[in-house]
């Protein structure tokens, strides 16, 4: 059997020709040069790809998966996460909904609080001018 050999020198794909499989490449039409310059955007691709599912994972918390996990488990632990988001959507909705509630309702109090403590002050700024003016 033909050994496996790799793409390129520099190549870390899995992905390998055999002495046969090379034999009927027409180098002309796709001859080494042809990797060599084809490597920056694979480079750079790579480098998006690494960036989007850092990006990714970054958004995902820590207790949903393992500490380094691989591209696949990123995109799979991502999946799962929305999916559980969504399921809970309505009930965070509702849960919003009563808090923002109790807020306003709190605000409203503390309003009528403010409005009674400003009567007072007037009314003890009221007497304060009494007391003065009848020394």
Known sequence: MDDL???SPSSTCSLALTESDIDLIDLEEWGPWQL???GEPEHKRIEDLDSGLAALRALVPN?????????AEVLD???????H????????IATWEREI???RAHAESLEEKCEELSKDKESLARELERVKGSN
């Open 101 to 103: 509630a109790a807020l």
């Open 63 to 71: 207790d949903w998966s393992s500490a380094n996990p691989c591209a």
């Open 5 to 7: 050999l790799p793409l």
């Open 36 to 38: 060599e310059e084809d």
């Open 77 to 83: 632990i991502t999946c799962q996460y929305i999916k």
């Open 85 to 92: 988001q969504k399921k809970n959507e309505r009930k965070n």
